[in-house]
């Protein structure tokens, strides 16, 4: 059943393979060709697994494929094995999806980068990885997934290597998730000493015996493995890397930076439900930080100008919507904002991709406008995805955003006005600053100067075609998950509902259910919703339509906020100023002093220390014969005499 | 009968006047007759105990010592032409270049 299923992250290993060891031998065609047809093949297997994994009852939708032994160690065992599940399912599903559609892309938007094969070889082992994570049976096999996604998540976005400013954001990015990857591995040797496994299935099975729920160490080991989702998934205070990940190619930061890798955080959290249920504390954190990253991050988007800045403190954002989720214990809603999420998100990339590419790599938004009528496909594409994530009903977007803000509200576990106010509020400034991004981009005047404008063209079918496709998926991609007050069943719900129920889950859903909350409650919070997010994108209009001139003077009258959102609250700097500089120069201690005088002093002064007494010694070999027979009759009088007298 | 510590005597003389010949010649022919000197006064001294506890090793060990003896001082006579030929001298003070 499902033999197959190594296949999938296999594929793409194969094609990096190909297109890494014969880098600079291939033709970009057979280039291309490897690369996608890798993928696309893994796409195709994807769907036969959902397929076959749906032909199953819903309880017995667990099938696990056991590759080889990895580790046996006395107590210890750890297989190389995949899990195909419901929730497996849709990530491979989305991230083959998506991904293919990406490389597609990259084939026209890559096509005169002269790393070329590079490119798609690191492009494909991500694959690999982010299969083998979201595949992964066990916490070790995931871990080398989750190390082998930020491995080429450095790579993609240090990809233009010759320019210093996208090394350094490579090594941000690398460097920042380290403290996110140690902290999720203390949860994981925690949850193996206290349960003796690492299998996913085992250790949900058996932690509701093991832990206390709500007890010390549970929440612990909740929190550590939070931390590694906080890295890797962009949430305050590890957020800082994800908007410098802007360095790399486009397609890079739609696929690793928006749809794919930085949901890995999401994905872990929901695999691992059944532990974060038993810890509400640990939960109540991941709400309060995903909300508040959310809030945060929107604020700052209102005020960045380069387009992909702007998507990626989005993306921040959204993300925190999803652990916002979690937090509520509502990981079904989480992981469909994640997959509604990587339909737009990836669209919103691809567009902003488009844009960059018809004007000559311009990235500034002031210096855009007025490209709706250059660009016939990636203008419509492009708003309906902004469409999609400010929530305007009836798109993908919109069912799974209330769905979260009305778990924020009503869960039973943690759920709190608060929350929702955080989320609304948060709804508002999505869809400002995302009409602000096309109002700058597509309508006004034509900012650029002449030479651009000349040249400006719309994008060759190969990234057309994604865009378009991206379209469909984020207008229909909701309409699996629509909300009960519709009357309808909630397919997604239904999907999933085998990996979310733990014993405890089933109560927490049943008190979800009978928490008092009204279905009049929930349409009144969901109009509030429509009704802000339509207010915010008439201000919008507003500011940067109709009255561009009211939107300087409100600038200047803010100017303390306008210059502290700009700057992103200084974090950057107070990050350099507290943890970065005090490094440099505790470094700085240990080579010149600690190094270089203590540890290379010692050596060098006791060599120097042999060489002196080997030199006043030497001399005595000094060739002559008879010198030398002296010493030795010397030598044996008194030892004889020694032996005689003694 | 002479006592044996006569010949021990004679044979302790005999060894320090060799090991004195080695210490202070620079004539390599002279060191080497001077370290016969030593290899007999040893014999010597072999004979004398064989003789003094009526034993017959010592003289088996003399004969071998004296063979040695002969083959060593036709090795170490060649070697000495072959320096001579060389470097044209034989003074042992000279060949000392095997220093620091």
Not at chain 1, 169 to 186: E, M
Not at chain 1, 590 to 608: E, P, Q, S, Y
Request: glycine share 8%.
């Amino acid at each position: 059943m499902a033999d197959y299923l190594f296949l999938i992250p296999l594929l793409p290993l194969i094609g990096f393979l190909v297109n890494g060891l014969l880098i600079g031998r291939l033709s970009r065609p057979l280039i291309s060709l490897v690369a996608c047809g890798s993928v696309a093949l893994s796409f195709l297997l994807s769907i036969a697994a959902f397929f076959e994994l749906r032909a199953l009852a819903p309880e017995a939708r667990e099938i696990t494929q056991v590759l080889c032994g990895w580790i046996s160690a006395d107590l210890f065992h750890v297989n190389v094995a995949f899990l195909l599940d419901p929730l497996s399912a849709v990530m491979i599903l989305t991230v083959t999806g998506v991904g293919l559609l990406i490389h597609v892309y990259s084939v026209g938007y890559m096509a005169h980068d002269k790393g070329y094969g590079r490119y798609f070889a690191y492009l494909n082992l991500f694959m690999f990885a982010m299969l083998t994570l979201v595949l992964a049976d066990n916490f070790l096999l995931l871990f080398v997934g989750w190390e082998g996604v930020g491995l080429c998540s450095y790579l993609l976005i240090g990809f233009w290597y010759e320019k210093k400013s996208a090394s350094d954001a490579g090594n941000k990015a690398f460097i920042v998730n380290r403290i996110g990857d140690f902290g999720f591995l203390i949860g994981v040797f925690i949850i193996f000493w206290n349960v003796g496994s690492l299998d996913f299935v085992a250790v949900s099975r058996l932690a509701p015996e093991v832990f206390v729920a709500g007890g010390g160490l549970i929440t612990a080991a909740c929190l550590l493995l939070f931390l590694g989702a906080i890295g890797k998934s962009a949430q305050i205070p590890l957020y800082v890397w994800l908007p410098d990940a802007m360095e790399g190619p486009t397609p890079v930061s739609a696929l690793i930076h928006a749809a794919t890798m930085v949901t890995a955080g999401v994905y872990m959290l929901a695999r691992t439900n059944a532990l974060f249920i038993l810890a509400p504390g640990a939960l109540l954190v991941v709400a309060v930080i995903g909300a508040v990253t959310a809030l945060f991050a929107a604020s700052i988007g209102l005020a960045q100008n380069d387009i992909k800045r702007v998507l990626a403190y989005s993306t921040v954002s959204q993300l925190g919507y999803m652990f916002l989720a979690c937090g509520v214990a509502a990981f079904t809603a989480g992981i469909f904002h994640l997959m509604t999420h990587a339909f737009f998100k990836a669209l919103l990339f691809l567009g902003a991709g488009s844009v960059i590419h018809a004007i000559s790599s311009q990235q500034d938004m002031r210096f855009m406008g007025g490209l709706k009528k250059h660009l016939p496909i990636t203008f419509p594409t492009m708003f309906i995805a902004t469409l999609t994530i400010t929530g305007i009903p009836f798109l993908s977007g919109f069912f799974s955003k209330d769905e979260i803000l009305w778990k924020a509200f009503s869960s039973s576990v943690n759920g709190a006005w608060y929350l929702w106010v955080i989320g609304f509020v948060t709804a508002g400034l999505t869809a400002f600053y995302m009409f602000r991004l096309v109002y700058l981009t597509f309508y006004g005047e034509e900012r650029m100067d002449t030479e651009t404008r000349h040249h400006i063209h719309e994008s060759p079918k190969s990234m057309t075609v994604p865009l378009m496709v991206l379209a469909v998926l984020s207008i229909v991609g909701g309409y699996v998950g629509l909300p009960h007050i519709f009357g309808v069943t909630n397919f997604f719900e239904e999907w999933l509902h085998p990996v979310m129920s733990g014993p405890s889950h089933e109560a927490a859903r049943q008190a979800l259910a009978a928490g008092g909350h009204s279905a009049a409650m929930e349409w009144t919070l969901m109009f509030a919703s429509v009704a802000l997010v339509l207010g915010a994108i008439y201000l919008a209009y507003y500011f940067y339509r109709k009255n561009t001139a009211a939107a300087t003077s409100l600038a200047e009258r803010l100017s303390w906020a306008k210059t502290t959102l700009v700057n992103k609250y200084y974090v950057d700097e107070l990050y350099g100023a507290v943890v970065v500089r005090p490094t440099v120069y505790f470094s700085l201690f240990l080579w010149k002093i600690f190094d270089v005088i203590i540890i290379d002093g010692t050596l060098n002064g006791l060599a120097r220390l042999w060489r002196d007494v080997s030199d006043a010694l030497r001399h005595s070999q000094s060739g002559q014969l008879r010198g030398y027979a002296t010493i030795f009759a010397v030598g044996v009088v008194l030892m004889i005499a020694y032996f005689i007298l003694g | 009968m002479v006592p044996v510590s006569a010949y021990l005597i004679l044979a302790a003389v005999l060894f320090g006047i060799g090991t004195i010949g080695v210490l202070i010649t620079r004539n390599m022919i002279v060191l080497f007759m001077a370290i016969e000197l030593m290899l007999n006064a040893a014999n010597l001294a072999l004979i004398a105990f064989s003789r003094a506890f009526n034993l017959v090793d010592g003289h088996v060990i003399v004969f071998l010592v004296l063979t040695i003896a002969a083959a060593e001082a036709a090795v170490g006579l060649a070697l000495i032409v072959m320096v001579y030929r060389n470097r044209e001298t034989i003074n042992i003070d000279r060949f000392n270049v095997m220093k620091w």
